[in-house]
């Protein structure tokens, strides 16, 4: 059994900072790629960062500059540095990452989400 547990959402004016972490557990051999996404009501979920397993990141358009996704892979954890936020950054933000039971088959898993609101 895996799970990944989100923490860190919560309310901040425009302009303020949050951290997202997300931490894996359970019975797995290793982490590979891991990744953040947002959802509104009604929307589709929307890829905001990934970062590969020797920490190469990507982030969409929409957040470069201002978002900062990290990995600590002793604790199976991967964060969120959400700088300069915006109202429309206001979303559930889910983790999602390729937690391998065994080494060569790759098994993606979502955090139960978090919500994070920017208020204007």
């Known amino acids: 059994q895996v799970t990944l547990v989100e923490s860190g959402g919560g309310l901040v004016q425009a302009g303020g900072s949050l951290r997202l972490s997300c931490a894996a557990s359970?019975?797995?051999?290793?982490?590979?790629?891991m990744a953040w996404y947002r959802q509104t009501p009604g929307n589709q979920r929307d890829l905001v960062a990934t970062?590969?397993?020797?920490?190469?990141?990507n982030y969409a358009d929409s957040v470069k500059g201002r978002f900062t996704i990290s990995r600590d892979n002793g604790k199976n954890t991967v964060y969120l540095q959400m700088n300069s936020l915006k109202p429309e950054d206001t979303a559930v933000y889910y983790c999602n990452a390729d937690v391998r039971r065994r080494i060569f088959s790759p098994d993606w898993y979502w955090g139960q989400g978090t919500q994070v609101t920017v208020s204007s």
């Open positions: 359970g019975s797995f051999v290793t982490v590979k790629a």
């Open positions: 970062i590969t397993a020797d920490g190469s990141p």
